[in-house]
């Protein structure tokens, strides 16, 4: 059993960057692969991104490829999802997600955090 928290949403005009943190506790986080979800107003959840447990293997979604990066740091728990020349596509609530292997889409995520939202202006 895993919780996640996320912090780091805020308002940023397009083409800005802003920097997303997800925390977890109540496991041993280097157990986990780690991922990021995204759901828009009125839209279906896109799974962004996704990290290894040792931090090698990444996958970025094509809309975000090139703009963001995932990274780790298990010594502090910590995910993160630096995310570059914004849009205002990327209007969404960001959803950490934790699975016990890599996973490229929700399915395989069996734990949740409840979100941060950023928002991106034009």
């Known amino acids: 059993q895993v919780q996640l928290v996320e912090s780091g949403g805020g308002l940023v005009q397009a083409g800005g960057s802003l920097r997303l943190s997800c925390e977890a506790s109540g496991s041993t986080f280097s157990r986990y692969a780690m991922g990021w979800s995204r759901q828009a107003p009125g839209k279906e959840r896109e799974f962004v991104s996704s990290?290894?447990?040792?931090?090698?293997?990444?996958y970025y979604a094509d809309s975000v490829k090139g703009r963001f990066t995932i990274s780790r740091d298990n010594a502090k728990n910590t995910v993160y999802l630096q995310m570059n020349s914004l849009k205002p596509e990327d209007t969404a609530v960001y959803y950490c997600?934790?699975?016990?292997?890599?996973?490229?889409?929700?399915?395989?995520?069996?734990?949740w955090g409840k979100g941060t939202l950023v928002t991106v202006s034009s």
């Open positions: 997600a934790a699975s016990p292997i890599f996973t490229m889409g929700e399915g395989g995520m069996d734990y």
């Open positions: 990290i290894s447990r040792s931090g090698f293997r990444l």
